[in-house]
């Protein structure tokens, strides 16, 4: 008995679940899902899109990720995404590129547990409609001298929650919109996963 009940025990092992929301392609959720493909503490349980055209999905679903597509009424009045979310129990949100506003009831349900990546050096460059090439345009108009990444908690408010953490990256003169996006995507795909996991683990970013 004793030794059946030390098995279970053992055998009982509770992942860390991530649910991630992305609208698009999905190559920062691709690098998540991989980073923690192997992992027997983390497991990506769902990927969730308001897009059902997103190449996100078909990504997912390659790698055995369930996925599920919503729409507005989902998200903002039936409380469908609440509830599956509800249901699915995450210890952490990661938004990947989803480009909809979190409703009010889900960030109160999930309070600290939704982060979000954000291709500047927040507070500047963020805020609505500042997102993708927009972004990168933006900086190179005011001759920044370096760029980056943030990643932080999502709150009622376009890129304004608690900074986690951000990674910086030098321009010159000679860069442009190709070569900035390249920059930043490197960072996002090196850093992102990792501060995910370091997050799980109670250590900041
Ligand atoms: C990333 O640049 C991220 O910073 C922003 O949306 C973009 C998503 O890109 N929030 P991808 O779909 O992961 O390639």
Redesign the pocket.
């Known amino acids: 008995m004793i030794k059946i009940l030390i098995i279970k025990a053992f055998m009982s092992h509770s992942y860390k679940k991530l649910v991630i929301l ?1 609208s ?6 691709e690098k998540i899902i991989s980073y923690f493909n192997n992992s027997t503490d983390v497991k990506v349980c769902a990927v969730l899109s308001n897009n059902k055209k997103a190449e ?1 999905l078909p990504m997912a679903e390659s790698y055995g990720v369930p996925t599920m597509a919503f729409d507005r009424e989902a998200l903002y009045q039936s409380g469908a995404v609440l509830g599956h979310l509800k249901t699915l129990a995450p210890d952490l949100i990661v ?3 989803f480009l909809w506003m979190i409703p009010e009831d889900i960030i109160q349900a999930f309070p600290d547990k939704i982060i ?4 500047s050096l927040l507070p500047k460059f963020g805020g609505k409609g500042m ?2 090439s927009r972004v990168h345009r933006a900086v190179l108009a005011a001759g920044e001298k370096e760029t980056g ?1 943030s990643i932080h908690y999502v709150n009622q408010h376009y890129d304004e929650g608690k900074l986690i953490a951000q990674f910086k990256t030098a321009l010159s003169d000679n860069d442009d919109l190709d070569s900035v996006l390249a920059k ?2 490197q960072l ?1 795909h090196g850093n992102y996963a990792r501060v995910i996991a370091n997050l799980l683990e109670n250590k900041h970013g």
Request: aromatic content about 4%.
């Open positions: 992305a698009g392609t999905g190559s920062n959720a996100v938004l990947a590129g979000n990546i954000h291709p997102y993708g990444i930043i995507k996002e």
